[in-house]
């Protein structure tokens, strides 16, 4: 992840065109007309190695021969061209360039390597950033560059548009300009060699020129880059992505129930959902997202009120909204009352609000007052089809001051074309949201609501789970490490089950057999009744062969079932090795509900989770959820509720509701598997009985692959470190230093409110007597890619422990400059624990590969300036003579 020299590429003041020409429609005589047609106030040399004139201006024969270095070029020349041409201008200091030339990842050069990978090595000594190749460029309308083959220009705006696809660059440009939408950015990616989508949002995340980031993509290249970079700016901004391709190809080959229900697309939806974005279905409502997004109020919640002189209009608007899983707010008797006294004894008398085709502008005003008051209500569509009453535009000037100091969001509908048109204007004037149908206007909602639901994942306080919980990691590994040594790609059933007991998942008793004579041993030990399974490397779903035998109660049936079970292998599977069998006592759980919980790899995203109804016909329920690792126990019930289970978990008809925490539990508990044993390719635990009584694994199957030594880890989000927990000696107590987790949120709130107020003025340069909720969210569910935040945990005498220090540093997507604060509780100030957690971070850091830590603090704060000197920081005053700076050089 890097935005480094980035500004070079989209805040450029001067452009060399390499390739510039006179040649009417050919590439580079459409981006000199574009760069020099469009406001841009910044130098433009044209290089052309034949003529000393393009464009009527002079050219230059090479980039050696520029007067001056450019801070960003364009490249519009044949593939071969293009390594050469960018080792020139990394060596003339340019550290930006735009690749419009095609062909480079197909066609090699002399020594075999691909164009693509020889033009990224000549930039690399230079940090030369490409964007490209086979893109249409770039075009940031607020200084006037367009340094593009775009056919115009875009408008100038709030939003930034990044795209893979350059037909569909040009053919969107011209669509918004057709509607008057404005850009901060138009980027084209091309092949994304180097700068991609995670460069792009990191550097948008932190444009103040942007207040939405739209993109149309067709692939991730590094999931952890774009989860990282997507989480970060989706705190900042909205974050709205289209993304082609739905069907689930990959799923079709994979070997387990849980690799072909967790299709690319639905991790896909997984990781948007994850990092607090919002992904739409088509383009259209790329920008209607970013309309509503960017204009609408704080979300309340998702009941819906609608409002409307139309009753067709309005019933539209309900069925939109019923049919996408939206509310319709239920009016109170209150609320009820309120709208009789102002609305004629004809209107609809429920929700939507009718207010008759024949309303004066009052009428609309009153109704909406009532709605706006209404606590069982958390917003508004406000629907207008045009009559010959009232004009649109008195009812928008009565209305719409209303709107704008509701605390509520409020959506509008103008319907109509020429006689509406005033009050759109408005509308838009206004700063509210406006859509052109009531269907669009419901949609507008349901996206508000789903993405409300994606930004609480980033703003929640996940309460501790599994605080006693240890795995038997090193039995765990040596399963696996056996089982690889062998050669064998699958656990077999009792390797397996064993793998689910070393993590702390119930399971049945399970003994792997050679022949009959062992399975009747075995069964003799366990039990009657059994249930028999045959093991085969060649069969992985055995009662597709009938291979699996249930309810043996006696030595009889246990032989009958196995001779018949190998008739039948043989029969149809003759090629099949069989190995002997598994024998497993049987469970009796009347009643239990059977649900599959699993690991699938994604080729992207890594290790991803599924929950879902389980049972023998598995694939064929629609009932199933997909997340990536790590969870925590809010993302756990996240996930249950997702997976649309939580109905039929509940009880109904008299049976007992779910033993649901033991659900979680397990969950959390598969989670730390995938985040523990990098050899796990899938893993089935299916069925998965879960009833009042807890949980219990009847069966499971574990696909294993082969970890080569330094391979980096294929988690999309980096799990918590659990190797940098430490145990110190404070004045004789012992402490807990250690990373800290999101299931900390609480112990920091009340971390800072046990703070004196002078404390928390040194900490956050203001006084402050609380820490919003959304910071808490913020500081303690940190990426661990990217920041760290090492905590001080003592125990406390007859309660919980708690934290008494916190130092953090966050790093820019660089990892060149972190910047650091530390706070100690009062109490424990002068014990030498600040030092301790500063040595620490700083011992993370330079191990982390950073460059350089700085931080600030206030003049009074001797005791922080101190400790900087004490700890080899160069402690000067700050530019703004009300700080002191502090800069420690790691390397």
């Not at 841009?40 to 393009?54: E, L």
């Not at 792009?200 to 989860?227: C, H, N, Q, W």
């Not at 009532?370 to 917003?379: H, K, M, N, Q, S």
């Not at 790590?630 to 993302?635: D, V």
Request: overall charge neutral; aromatic content about 6%; charged content about 20%.
């Amino acid at each position: 992840m890097s935005v480094r020299n980035l500004e070079a590429l989209f805040q450029p003041a001067s452009v060399a065109l390499i390739g510039a020409s006179d040649r009417e429609a050919s590439l580079g005589s459409v981006v000199l007309r574009n760069l020099r047609a469009d406001g841009f106030q910044g130098r433009v040399w044209p290089v052309n190695r034949r003529h000393s004139s393009v464009g009527g201006a002079p050219a230059w024969r090479d980039v050696e021969s520029l007067p001056q270095v450019p801070d960003l070029a364009v490249i519009c020349t044949p593939a071969e061209t293009v390594p050469g041409l960018i080792a020139a201008l990394g060596r003339k200091g340019t550290r930006a360039a735009i690749v419009m030339s095609a062909g480079l990842k197909q066609a090699t050069s002399a020594d075999g390597r691909s164009l693509e990978q020889a033009m990224l090595d000549a930039a690399r000594p230079y940090l030369l950033r490409i964007l490209g190749p086979n893109c249409i460029g770039a075009l940031v309308p607020g200084i006037g560059l367009n340094a593009s083959f775009a056919p115009g220009n875009a408008l100038p705006g709030k939003l930034a548009f990044v795209t893979q696809s350059g037909a569909l660059a040009t053919a969107m440009l011209d669509w918004a300009n057709s509607r008057g939408i404005g850009f901060s950015h138009f980027i084209s990616l091309g092949d994304s060699a180097d700068v991609d989508f995670g460069d792009v949002i990191d550097y948008l995340a932190s444009d103040p020129g942007t207040r939405a980031i739209l993109m149309y993509m067709e692939s991730v290249k590094s999931a952890r880059k774009f989860m990282s970079a997507a989480r970060a700016a989706a705190r900042n901004k909205p974050v709205i992505v289209v993304k082609a391709g739905r069907a689930p190809d990959g799923a079709r080959a994979a070997a387990s129930h849980t690799g072909a229900l967790a299709g690319s697309d639905a991790v896909f939806d997984a990781a948007v959902r994850r990092a607090g974005m919002l992904r739409v279905d088509t383009l259209e409502s790329l920008f209607d997202a970013a309309e509503t997004l960017t204009h609408v109020r704080r979300w309340h919640g998702e009941r819906l009120a609608v409002l409307t002189n139309g009753g067709g209009a309005g019933v539209l608007a309900a069925d939109a909204l019923a049919l996408g899983g939206g509310t319709l707010a239920v009016p109170g008797e209150d609320t009820l009352h309120a709208l009789n006294q102002c609305l004629p004894v004809t209107w609809s008398h429920g929700n939507p609000v009718d207010i008759i085709g024949d309303a004066p502008v009052n009428r609309y005003a009153d109704a909406l007052k009532v709605l706006l008051a209404a606590p069982e209500i958390d917003g508004v569509l406000f629907i207008h089809a045009p009559t010959a009453i009232v004009p649109a535009g008195d009812i928008a000037a009565a209305c719409l001051p209303l709107i704008q100091a509701s605390a509520k969001p409020v959506l509008t509908c103008w319907l109509g074309g020429v006689v509406v048109a005033a009050a759109r204007q408005s509308t838009a004037a206004a700063g509210i949201a406006s859509y052109s149908t009531p269907e669009r206007a419901a949609a507008a909602w349901l996206q508000l609501a789903t993405y409300a639901r994606n930004q609480q994942a980033l703003q929640q306080l996940p309460t501790a789970a599994l605080e006693d919980f240890t795995p038997d990691r090193e039995l765990a590994r040596s399963l696996l490490d056996e089982a690889l040594r062998d050669g064998r790609e699958w656990l077999g059933d009792a390797q397996a089950q064993a793998l689910l007991r070393a993590y702390g998942i119930p399971t049945v008793e399970t003994v792997r057999t050679r022949d009959v004579e062992e399975a009747v041993a075995a069964a003799g030990r366990i039990g009657y009744p059994v249930a028999l399974k045959i093991i085969s490397p060649e069969i992985i779903h055995k009662s597709d062969v009938g291979g699996v035998a249930l309810d043996l109660a006696s030595e009889q049936a246990l032989r009958l079932a196995a001779g018949k079970m190998q008739q039948q292998v043989l029969r149809l599977l003759p090629q099949a090795r069989i190995h002997g069998f598994t024998v497993q006592a049987m469970a009796h759980r009347p009643g239990a509900h059977e649900l599959i919980v699993g690991i699938t790899s994604d080729p992207v995203f890594g290790p991803v989770m599924l929950l879902g109804q389980g049972g023998v016909a598995v694939e064929l329920h629609k009932n199933h959820a997909v997340a990536l690792p790590p969870l925590n126990a809010r993302l756990a019930g996240d996930m249950v509720a997702s997976s649309r289970l939580a109905p039929l978990l509940g009880g109904y008809r008299g049976r007992a509701p779910a033993d649901e925490p033991a659900l979680l539990a397990t969950l959390l508990k598969v989670s730390q598997m995938a985040c523990d044993l990098a050899w796990l390719a899938e893993l089935d635990i299916n069925p998965l009985l879960v009833d009042e009584h807890g949980v219990l694994a009847l069966d499971s199957r574990v696909r294993l692959r082969p970890v080569v030594a330094g391979e980096p880890s294929r988690l999309a989000i980096r799990p918590y470190p659990l190797a940098l927990e430490e145990h110190v000696q404070v004045k004789s107590q012992d402490v807990l230093l250690r990373p800290i987790r999101p299931e900390d949120g609480q112990r920091l709130m009340a971390f800072y409110a046990g703070a004196s107020p002078a404390d928390m003025r040194l900490r956050f340069f203001m006084a402050r007597r609380e820490v919003p909720h959304s910071e808490l969210a913020r500081y303690s569910q940190i990426d661990y890619d990217r920041e760290m935040t090492f905590v001080a945990i003592a125990p406390q005498a007859g309660g919980e422990p708690v934290m008494v220090a916190e130092a953090r540093a966050v790093c820019d997507p660089d990892n060149l400059t972190a910047e650091f604060a530390i706070q100690v509780a009062t109490d424990w100030q002068g014990r030498g624990l600040g030092r301790l957690l500063m040595d620490k971070l700083l011992r993370y850091l330079r191990e982390h590969g950073t460059s350089e830590v700085v931080g600030q603090c206030l003049p009074e704060n001797a005791g922080m300036a101190a400790l900087a000197r004490q700890l080899g920081f160069d402690v000067t005053a700050g530019t703004s003579q009300e700080t002191v700076a502090m800069r420690f050089v790691l390397r």
